[in-house]
Every structure is written in structure tokens, then in C-alpha cells.
């Protein structure tokens, strides 16, 4: 199974709400300008400097320069399947752990618009970063943002998209589980160990059930002796 995580990096309208004079003005317009023609590094500079030289406390400048930073931290180049399998090295994990409480940061945002994002961008992150060895943490902790995000603006798609197909991931092993159990009720030992063992070749996670698959197999070879 492969996961894929939507999300909406975007400048939000709220851009134009900013306004100020001389040199702030200017780096507004360069930074925005540089975001949206996908120039990130240049826009994480414009933005840093908006937030620190220039001394501008504005939670839509502070939103897109976490984008920025979670751009550079590679997302954008990863593949469908990558967020789900891939192990972090150190480095990537302090870039995402920095993006992390960069979006933290802004989920008590009085702008309901922008804490929902910073929640669903703090969901994708704790995902990814997860450790893999145990990835169950790291997924609850991504359901739970999301259904915040949700809870903060009921209308962003992204994270209800996000949320439901979480929750189906998550769910997955069990679900099958269950179906599983019905073939072995019905006497369909065969069909039960095919389902289980065809599913954990795509999902490891499946291949867990080790007693049930055990007892499975034996079965199944009793059967073909009595044959």
C-alpha cells in the first residue's frame, strides 16, 4: 500500500493584508515573488530577513517561511511511497524538527485559516519524521493534528483528505484481519493464508500476525495430508 500525503503549500491571500513601507515593501514583493515562481531558497532568505532585520511580527510571513523551509528540507522530491518507507538521517531530521515548531508556533494563530494549515503541515512532518521501527506513534500523532486542523477550519480539504487516508492506513491491517478470520470461520483456509500473505507483500505490517499465520499454514497442511 502506498501512501501519499497531499499537501497545499500556498500564499495565502493574506499577503496583500500586509502592508508597509520603503525596504519592507519591497522584500514582501521579492519574497512573494520568489515563492511563487519556486525559487525557495531565495524566498526563505527574503522572509528570514523580513522577520529579523526588518523586525515584521505577521503570521502570513511566518507561515510561508516555514513553507519555504519544509520545501528545502526535501519534501518536494520525494516519491509517493518515500514519506511511508524512507528512514531520515540526522540532518533531515533537525530540518523537519525545525519546520515542526515552526508550524507549533502557529496553531494558536487568532487567524483560524492559518492555524488549520500550520496543523495539517505539523501532521505531514510528524509523519514523515516518524521512526520507522515504530511507526505507529508517529501516525496517531499525525491523525491527531489533522483532526485539529479540521477542527480549526471544517472547510480545508487538504486536511480531511489527509485525515480520512490516515485513518484508512492505519486501520488496514486490522480490516484485513477481520476478513481473514471470516474465511477461516467459513473453512476457507486457504483463501485466508492467500489474502494475508498477498496483502504483506505490499504492507509488512500484515506479516506481524505471525501466530495466525503459523496456524494457518499448519492447518492448511493438515488438510492437504487428509487429501
Known amino acids: 500500500m502506498k501512501l501519499t500525503i497531499s499537501i497545499a503549500l500556498v500564499l495565502t491571500s493574506l499577503w496583500a493584508a500586509f502592508n508597509a ?21 531565495e524566498a526563505q ?3 528570514k ?3 529579523d532585520s526588518l523586525d515584521v511580527d505577521n503570521n502570513t ?13 526535501g519534501y518536494s522530491t520525494m516519491r509517493p511511497a518515500d514519506s511511508v518507507l524512507i528512514a531520515l538521517d540526522s540532518t533531515q531530521q533537525l530540518e523537519y524538527e525545525l519546520c515542526f515548531e515552526m508550524y507549533m508556533d502557529l496553531t494558536d494563530s487568532d487567524d483560524t485559516e492559518i492555524a488549520s494549515i500550520a496543523y495539517n503541515q505539523a501532521g505531514c512532518i510528524a509523519f514523515i519524521k516518524k521512526d520507522i521501527k515504530k511507526p505507529e506513534e508517529g501516525i496517531d500523532q499525525s491523525i491527531l493534528f489533522f483532526k485539529r486542523a479540521i477542527e480549526k477550519d471544517n472547510n480545508n480539504k487538504t486536511a480531511r483528505y489527509n485525515y ?5 492506513y492505519k ?24 489474502l ?12 506481524k500476525n505471525t501466530d495466525f499465520m503459523t496456524r494457518l499454514k499448519s492447518i492448511i497442511q493438515i488438510d492437504d495430508l487428509q487429501k
Open 21 to 41: 513601507i520603503g525596504t519592507r515593501n519591497e522584500v514582501v514583493k521579492k519574497a512573494r515573488n520568489a515563492y511563487t515562481e519556486n525559487r525557495f531558497k
Open 45 to 47: 532568505q527574503l522572509l
Open 49 to 51: 530577513a523580513l522577520t
Open 61 to 73: 510571513v511566518a507561515l510561508n517561511y516555514a513553507h519555504s523551509n519544509f520545501i528545502l528540507a
Open 164 to 168: 480520512e487516508l490516515l485513518k484508512t
Open 171 to 194: 486501520d488496514y491491517p486490522a480490516k484485513l484481519l477481520n476478513q481473514a478470520k471470516q474465511l477461516v470461520r467459513n473453512k476457507r483456509y486457504k483463501q485466508a493464508y492467500n
Open 196 to 207: 494475508m500473505q498477498k496483502a504483506g507483500d505490499k504492507d509488512p505490517r500484515i506479516l
